[in-house]
């Protein structure tokens, strides 16, 4: 589970090297004594020099010097040591470095055999053990060897740094045996292949043909996290330690004591930026959003810009084809990406943070700590497990399976592998990978790359897991444009939106609360043009909220894109309605309409209405009515063309059509209106058509309203569509108007 010894994520190994080679330069070997010559000094220089070559990048000169300083100095242990950790650091854990690996194997034991009480000779070759698989009970000797002189020595910070490679070894133990899977009755193996084509497999095996064994590794992991306590305390400092900690109590979720020794690291490690990040995590997890973002800003900002960019960069959670194009992008362009991205995706603008944008940060910082391997290259984020966790957060059900042998399974990449299966039972996600016990490392099952790229077409990215929308109820909004009172340019956007006061309510012990809401209308580019918020104080104790408000704005022509929202401070919980609007100009000089609204209830204020505010208006937001209920619809007419003694004159048709339900017969009259409707008549048995004409002086007025109620009483419960027609019968122009609503039990 190693991260990394210093400031950046996963610094290169390079510079680790360097600052090692730079560390060693002018040190005496053991066997000179006095009788320390110019080829000392000159093999001291070399040294010096090699550590130079590896800050460049050129570690095949740095290679020369160091064995061209053995030479020199034979006894010169530093040279041996340094020149067999600059190999074994190169050195993979394949067949191709087996050479490599033996070459720094015999340097680092020259080393110790020159001077045995070096803690450092120790550790490295230890670490070298690691990597040669069979050799890793021997690695925990050699860093118990190397912890004993450390400690001897004083040296805290290789004390620190020798108890977190004592953790990984007892965590990765933990790692092969941990969500143990029991199978029960005739199951012998979980088929990835069969978990990836039957969607009821992964459900129906974990459920019914396993059982969780308790406590499974509980000894190594308590081992794992003793020793990275004993690294932490020894220098509070260091990373490696913090790390492994951290990430056993983030497991736990043992969410204050995470945030207790992250704070301690963040005090003693100012500017390690993942000593922020891990704080920010902590905060974010307690539900501590303001905090969280200063912190995983500060985090962000001590990065530097390499290290920075795969937390920033988004094509993880994009569709391959969209994450190509974004790839494509200049770094300006894809900072305005992320800008219009994050913009969109935020859960709710009342909030002061973007939690989805706060919990994709909190994703990529876990992934750091928890999936990545630096003595195999590996970034966190950059592995399997770390891209399905920054896509769908962390997976609900986790189940292992011992390694595979060949009776049981004829893949030879499950041999000797643990079989780990990630389960996500509410969109029904599963993800199954092989990891070799003892690292920490796993890859894709079988097909299982293909299925996480058809996942990710299907949905890049979820955040399910989100406190806000956990509890994030829906806002229904009927949405009418009208042309301006005072007839100029440019549409008058009302939006009638059915706030769940009484949901976002229950439960909550004062009688009165107050109740944040709000309209925002943004651009294409996410641009705000439209910022309302309102405050108000609501008693909890009334059976029925007044649910309705009513946003009312101007808009130039255009597209954008609207949101109301309203939150209750006391409980959380928040409530949203969102959608796409085109804003029409109403500058055309024929007949135009406004939208259908359709209500509960209109009826004029006046003998002679000639606007919106001349009417008693009770908006149904959710277009939702129970059977049996009226209809009621309000629209405009502009632009129609009166006679010579200043009448208009236009027929009116109103078509109801049932989109979703059993086909059955229904008749609809008009109970009410401008005037009595004649002529209904039904055409078909899935529609009803009505008409009626209008004749009406204007009398000045720039529009006409319309407004009529229908009685669907024997109308079942479905889906339907009502489309008004009007036309102007001194012009023959006619306009049209659409809206679908539902005759429904259910409440909106």
Excluded: C
């Amino acid at each position: 589970m190693r991260i990394g010894h210093h400031i950046g994520l996963l610094a290169p190994v390079r510079a680790a090297v360097a600052l090692a080679l730079v560390a060693a330069a002018g040190t005496p070997g053991s066997a000179q004594g006095p009788q320390a010559d110019d080829a000392v000094a000159r093999a001291n220089r070399l040294v010096a020099n090699a550590a130079q070559l590896v800050a460049r990048g050129d570690t095949a000169a740095a290679l020369t010097d160091l064995e061209a300083a053995t030479k020199l100095a034979p006894n010169l242990a530093e040279a041996h040591y340094r020149r067999g950790m600059l190999l074994a650091r190169q050195a993979g854990t394949g067949m191709g470095d087996m050479f490599k690996r033996r070459a720094a194997e015999a340097a680092l034991e020259r080393a110790i055999r020159i001077e045995g009480g070096n803690p450092a000779y120790f550790l490295e070759l230890g670490r070298l053990r690691l990597k040669q698989g069979i050799m890793r009970l021997d690695a925990q000797r050699l860093f118990k060897r190397a912890l004993t002189a450390a400690r001897e020595r004083g040296d805290a910070a290789l004390v620190a740094e020798v108890e977190a490679e004592l953790g990984d070894i007892y965590f990765r133990r933990y790692l092969a045996v941990g969500h143990r899977r029991l199978l029960t009755g005739d199951a012998r193996q979980f088929d990835p292949d069969e978990a990836m084509g039957n969607p009821h497999y992964a459900r129906d095996f974990l459920a019914q043909r396993t059982s969780a064994i308790e406590d499974a590794g509980e000894l190594d992991l308590r081992q794992a996290e003793d020793h990275y306590r004993s690294g932490a305390a020894a220098w509070p400092a260091h990373d490696a330690a913090y790390a492994g900690l951290l990430g056993i109590l983030y497991d736990e979720q043992r969410y204050e004591e995470f945030f207790e020794q992250a704070r301690h690291f963040a005090r003693a490690a100012p500017q390690n930026p993942r000593a922020h990040l891990f704080l920010g995590l902590a905060l974010w997890r307690l539900n501590r959003p303001a905090d969280a973002a200063r912190r995983f800003e500060r985090g962000l900002a001590l990065l530097p810009p390499a290290d920075r960019d795969p937390l920033t960069d988004i094509s993880t959670i994009l569709r391959r084809r969209d994450a190509e194009e974004y790839q494509a992008l200049t770094a300006a362009q894809r900072a305005e990406y992320n800008r219009i991205f994050w913009s969109a995706s935020d859960p709710l603008r009342l909030t002061a943070e973007n939690e989805h944008l706060l919990e994709h940060i909190a994703r990529v910082a876990y992934a750091d700590l928890r999936y990545s391997a630096p003595e195999l290259r590996l970034r966190g984020w950059n592995t399997d497990r770390g891209v399905i966790y920054i896509r769908y957060g962390p997976p609900p059900v986790i189940a292992t399976f011992p390694p595979e042998t060949a009776e049981l399974r004829d893949d030879p990449a499950a041999l000797g592998k643990v079989t780990t299966v990630w389960f996500y039972p509410e969109r029904n996600l599963r993800f199954v990978f092989y990891g070799p016990p003892g690292y920490n490392f796993a890859r894709f099952a079988g097909e299982f790359q293909a299925y996480a790229e058809d996942a990710r077409y299907a949905l890049p990215v979820k955040y399910d897991n989100v406190p806000v929308n956990e509890a994030l109820d829906s806002i229904p909004v009927q949405l009418a444009a009208f042309r301006r009172s005072d007839d100029s340019v440019g549409a008058e956007l009302v939006f009638f939106a059915g706030i769940p006061l009484t949901r976002m309510a229950s439960g909550v012990d004062l009688q009165e609360g107050p109740i944040e809401h709000g309209l925002f209308v943004t651009d294409p580019l996410e641009r705000d043009v439209v910022t309302q918020r309102r405050d108000e104080t609501v008693r909890f104790a009334v059976a029925r909220q007044l649910e309705q408000r009513t946003f009312t704005t101007v808009l130039p022509a255009g597209e954008y894109r609207f949101r109301v929202e309203a939150r209750q401070p006391t409980t959380r919980r928040a409530a949203r309605g969102a959608g796409r609007l085109a804003a029409d100009a109403f500058d055309r000089p024929g007949l135009m309409l406004s939208d259908v609204v359709l209500a509960d209830r209109v009826a004029p204020r006046l003998d002679a209405p000639a606007a919106r505010q001349d009417f008693f208006l009770d908006p149904n937001p959710a277009m939702q009515f129970a059977p049996g209920r009226e209809v009621h619809l309000y629209w405009e007419m502009y632009n129609l063309r009166p006679d010579s003694n200043g009448t208009v004159s236009y027929g009116a048709e109103i078509v109801l059509r049932v989109q979703s339900l059993e086909r059955t017969n229904f008749a609809a009259r008009i109970v009410g209106g401008v005037l009595d409707a004649i002529g209904a008549t039904a055409k078909g048995d899935d529609q009803v058509t009505v008409r009626y004409d209008v004749s009406e002086v204007l009398a000045g007025r720039g529009r006409l309203p319309g407004w009529v109620a229908v009685d669907l009483a024997d109308a079942p419960r479905g889906t339907y569509v009502m489309e008004l027609i009007i036309t102007d019968r001194h012009t023959g122009q006619t306009a049209f108007r659409r809206r679908v609503f539902t005759v429904t039990d259910a409440e909106p």
